[in-house]
């Protein structure tokens, strides 16, 4: 198993890369796959391959997606796979300029549309879910008085359980153990805030 590589984007041009619904829909379309097609993606977010194979490229190009090894597939169609195992930004590569820290809150702003977009669609076809998919999900908040720096370790040790149980699934999909798994979406935010 693999261990967990982290992308911390810095630059612009791939910044601007990412802040495509589209392309943010396919990365994360990709990365439960683990590899997949133009065309296996396409029929996923209901869009042309032209438009998807356009889409992985720019993504390939600044870094995000690979092509997949050889033998994923069979050689008439190219695979892909994320190139990383963890996708981040953090603030503090953004303030030098107030260009870039726009281009960030823009961008922060997209992929917090989709959270909830795709919080709201859960909502909407809940009933369509088993009881037992119904009774696991759920929706906290959880309000505490921390320091900057006690924030900063709650994020850490979070990313360390989530990495955890990212290994975990994976050691799972490669023993073959797929039944009863559906991908899962955990949407966390830690920031200060004045009432």
């Known amino acids: 198993m693999a ?13 601007k890369a990412l802040g495509h619904p589209l392309r943010i829909k396919l990365y994360r379309a ?17 869009e042309a391959v032209s438009l998807v194979s356009y889409h992985l490229r720019k993504l390939s190009a600044h870094g995000i997606i690979e092509e997949a090894e050889p033998g994923s597939g069979d050689g008439r169609e190219r695979w892909w796979q994320p190139a990383s195992t963890v996708l981040s930004t953090r603030d503090e590569d953004w303030r030098d300029a107030p260009e870039r820290a726009a281009v960030h809150a823009a961008v ?30 759920f929706s906290s908040e959880y309000l505490l008085s921390l320091t900057a720096e006690e ?11 989530v990495a ?32």
């Open 30 to 46: 990709l990365f439960m796959a683990g590899t997949a097609t133009a065309s296996q993606l396409a029929d996923q977010v209901d």
């Open 3 to 15: 261990a967990e590589k982290n992308h911390r984007v810095k630059d612009i041009d791939t910044l």
């Open 164 to 195: 955890k149980w990212r290994q975990r699934c994976a050691a799972a999909r490669e023993a073959g153990a797929a039944q009863g798994r559906e991908n899962v979406a955990l949407h966390v935010n830690g920031f200060p805030f004045r009432t």
């Open 108 to 137: 922060s702003r997209v992929y917090a549309r989709q959270r909830s977009e795709m919080y709201e669609e859960f909502l909407d076809t809940k009933p369509a879910w088993t009881d037992d998919w119904r009774g696991a999900a």
């Open 151 to 161: 924030l900063r370790d709650l994020g850490r040790e979070f990313d360390e359980l």
